[in-house]
């Protein structure tokens, strides 16, 4: 694909539900970053991947949040008993490495809780 | 803690006069530095970077950044703004030592003809 994809684009759920989020990197990035944007706030970081490395989980809000990368392709962000304080745009970006380089951005998932 | 400030929530200037949007740091080190932008509808995109080197950096459409180490500042720059510059503005600081990546709020550039 042309750009960094995410899925789906909109979802809303019921307090107390799991969702997964998706993200489609683009193609032979090595490195892929989740970040949350609330409601006129800033990208606040979660997680990211490069290659096969362990993630360091340690940005991600609570232990309900997990995030999983198969190789250097898809990913996906499990928040497990969802908040009404999770809702959010959830953004993904990938780049060819991980440090000092662009970051391209894909179009998020807004995640409303009820 | 670490963080990056947009002191300014919103910038309104006019067609064709030069605008600045302001970003400051603390984060220790020497961090990487980048704005993006984020108009209607549409994705975060890249703007420009600062890695190392001259202190003047060049990006898209004509925007320029200043780093500035002694104030931990990076302001983004264009001499003469345009209608189709208002967007949404991030800065973002890298600190490489700990693979973490920080943003600020944003700042809302309003350009009006």
């Known amino acids: 694909g042309a750009g960094v994809s995410q899925s789906p684009s909109n979802k809303v759920t019921e307090k107390g539900k799991d969702v997964e989020l998706r993200c489609d990197p683009i193609?032979?990035?090595?490195?892929l970053y989740w970040y949350r944007q609330r409601l006129g706030q800033g990208l606040e970081f979660l997680i990211y991947?490069?290659?096969?490395?362990?993630?360091?989980k340690s940005g991600l809000p609570s232990d309900r949040f997990s995030a999983e990368r198969t190789g250097e392709s898809v990913s996906t962000l499990t928040i497990q008993r969802t908040q009404q304080e999770d809702s959010a745009v959830y953004l993904c970006?990938?780049?060819?490495?991980?440090?000092?380089?662009?970051?391209?951005f894909g179009p998020g998932t807004r995640l409303t809780v009820l | 803690a670490q963080s990056v400030a947009q002191p300014e929530d919103q910038v309104n200037v006019a067609e064709g006069n030069p605008l600045t949007v302001k970003c400051t740091y603390s984060?220790?080190?020497?961090?990487?530095l980048f704005w993006y932008v984020q108009y209607p509808n549409r994705g975060l995109q890249f703007l420009l970077k600062?890695?190392?080197?001259?202190?003047l950096v060049k990006g898209s459409y004509g925007f320029e950044a200043e780093f500035n180490k002694s104030q931990t500042s990076f302001h983004l720059k264009k001499p003469s703004a345009l209608v189709s510059d208002s967007a949404l503005y991030f800065c973002?600081?890298?600190?490489?030592?700990?693979?973490?990546?920080?943003f600020g709020s944003g700042t809302k550039l309003n350009v009006k003809p």
């Open positions: 193609s032979g990035h090595t490195a």
């Open positions: 991947f490069q290659g096969n490395s362990a993630p360091d």
């Open positions: 600062y890695i190392t080197g001259d202190n």
């Open positions: 984060v220790s080190g020497n961090p990487y």
């Open positions: 970006a990938s780049s060819l490495a991980l440090s000092a380089d662009t970051q391209y």
């Open positions: 973002a600081v890298e600190d490489h030592n700990f693979n973490k990546f920080y």
